[in-house]
């Protein structure tokens, strides 16, 4: 079934969904990302992963916009009472099927990947994170819980730098949630890093490649003003 929720095209949802699964990829994107997400829903397309991806106002800064993430997953429960949800940022790359993490720990409310850091300094120092980039939320009452947290941290402090540093602050407060590392084949890592190598989700960054692409053009255009630099 695929549809839009409005007749305005540049507002639009981009969904294309079929009952042959117990489980749907869903995603969110401003205006601006339209084309990565139409881009990314292709992909999809092509390999019969159903999914909705919902078109969502700008909300100032990149790090504002990520805070929508725990209310797109409480939408798309809503919409989606009885199905696994599989959250993906719309710059991911799905390289095989998907059934596998649809099914991964059946009896967790939610996975996401973790990454433990550690520095040495005077005395150890550990670091503690988790990655929104791709989530996997069952619908149960756990993961409700555990998003209606979410998004309470990100109102509480809206000031910090992307919804991850909240996510984590969930994370303490979810008693009774049950939550199960997401192994790094299906977590999305940056394509050429090692942990990418025959990884079924991988990741390519929209906002390293605007920074890229901008740092060429400004390289090119310092280049040709010396060739024009009159003596």
Known sequence: MTEVNTNMAEQADIINTHD?????????FTPNYRELAETFASSLCKQNHPHHLFAVE?????SHVTMLKPTVILNAMDHYPDKSL?????????????????HFQPNADVSCYTTLTMKQLRRHRQNFS????????RPTAGARDFMNKW????????WMYGAERNLVLAFTRAVGVVFSPLSATYSGREVGTAR????????KSAVKSFKENTSI????????????VFK
């Open 58 to 62: 700008s909300s100032g800064t990149w």
């Open 20 to 28: 042959l699964t117990d489980w749907l990829v869903i995603g969110f």
């Open 151 to 158: 998004r309470e941290a990100c109102d509480e402090r809206p």
């Open 130 to 137: 988790l990655s929104s980039r791709v989530m996997l939320i």
């Open 196 to 203: 990418a190598t025959n990884a079924i989700i991988t990741h």
């Open 217 to 228: 053009t400004a390289r090119a255009l310092r280049s040709a003003t010396r060739l024009f």
């Open 86 to 102: 599989i959250l993906m940022d719309v710059d991911c790359i799905v390289n095989g099927p998907l059934d596998e993490l649809a």
